[in-house]
């Protein structure tokens, strides 16, 4: 190995940093504990600094004590979710990412206006579980052109909504079938795949034509890091997913003289940091950023928590 390239944008997004900032000001607004529905972002690390710090992260805002503070994560909650934390009389802080909330809101709209929504998305993930909450009667999952190829529709209106953390290319195939197969469907004006996985996607692109190997910093069950090891994989380059530097095997860098680095959304920078350590500590000296684009793109914490530190104050 000669060379370490990291890939820019990468790491935290405006949403990601929006939830965390806001378990955080929450813990020291009210003290230990805090509960969490679900993982606040798909990161262990990130889990695990938080519940060191006093947050309790549960599957079921039946699990919070009634009367307790609990906040929603960054991929949403199903209206259902709410009226059973209402019935306990918790105390939300809604810490869903503001573009996953527009997603909810053109369900809905969709959805009042009497069309079938087909939502763009992964089975079982939290967010495609809160969209399609939001319109149960009206939605249905479509994962892959496969699928895009083989549902049945009927002939009245018709709009589909994606999950924000995609594959671009993929959801642009499936978007494709489903006008060639239903020409009088609707979708939003602007795509829903979020500004940060794309630019994250359009990143590794840019790299993988100067690198040997990719490493993407990420947890397992982060949608967007994986979309990113299959963006590096459909280009023809060797793409493995790490949760951090510890998991890195060397025999994956074997042949590589140039090894790209990025990591996904959920994904802190200090874990990028060990990564280069990782290989400074190897005997490589020239690790450097392969381009810089700037994001500037920032969400106000949660009203709730607003009016609660303003009272407190």
């Given amino acids: 190995m000669k060379r370490v390239l990291l890939a820019s944008p990468r790491g935290y997004c405006a949403g990601v940093e929006r939830a965390v900032e806001t378990v955080k000001r929450a813990l020291a607004l009210y003290g230990a504990p805090v509960y969490v529905r679900k993982q606040i972002v798909h990161n262990a690390h990130v889990v695990r600094e938080l519940e060191a710090d006093g947050a309790v992260f549960v599957d079921s805002v039946g699990e919070v004590p009634e009367g307790a503070h609990v906040v929603f994560s960054a991929h949403g909650v199903s209206p259902a979710v709410r009226e059973a934390a209402d019935a306990r009389r ?31 998305g992964h089975a079982g993930h939290e967010e495609v579980e809160g969209t399609t909450g939001e319109a149960p009667e009206a939605i249905v999952l479509v994962e892959s052109v496969e699928e895009a190829e083989r549902i049945e529709l009927s002939a009245g209106r018709l709009a589909y909504i994606t999950q924000t953390t ?10 494709a079938v489903l006008r060639r197969r239903f020409p009088h469907i ?25 690198v ?14 994986l979309r990113l090891v299959e963006v590096a994989r459909a280009a023809g380059v060797a793409s493995y997913l790490v949760d951090d530097a510890s998991e890195i095997d060397e025999r994956w860098l074997a042949a590589a003289e140039v090894v790209g680095v990025t990591s996904g959304a959920s994904a802190p920078e200090r874990l990028v940091r060990g990564v280069c350590e990782w290989f400074r500590a190897r005997g490589v000296r020239d690790v450097a950023e392969y381009a810089s684009t700037f994001e500037d793109v920032v969400f106000r914490l949660p009203v709730e928590l607003r009016r609660a530190e303003r009272s407190a104050a």
């Avoid at 594959?167 to 978007?175: L, M, R």
């Avoid at 609707?186 to 100067?210: F, H, M």
Wanted: hydrophobic share 40%.
């Fill in 90 to 120: 918790l105390e939300t802080i809604d810490a869903t990412c503001p573009l996953v909330t527009k997603v909810h809101a053109q369900a809905r709209r969709y959805a009042e206006r009497g069309y079938r929504v087909v939502l763009i």
């Fill in 166 to 175: 995609l594959s671009v290319d993929e959801t642009h195939e499936i978007i």
């Fill in 186 to 210: 609707e979708g939003p004006a602007r795509e829903d795949i979020c500004y940060a996985t794309s630019n994250r996607q359009w990143a590794v692109k840019e790299l993988v034509g100067a």
């Fill in 212 to 225: 040997d190997v990719l490493l993407v910093v990420g947890s397992r069950n982060s949608s967007n890091s």
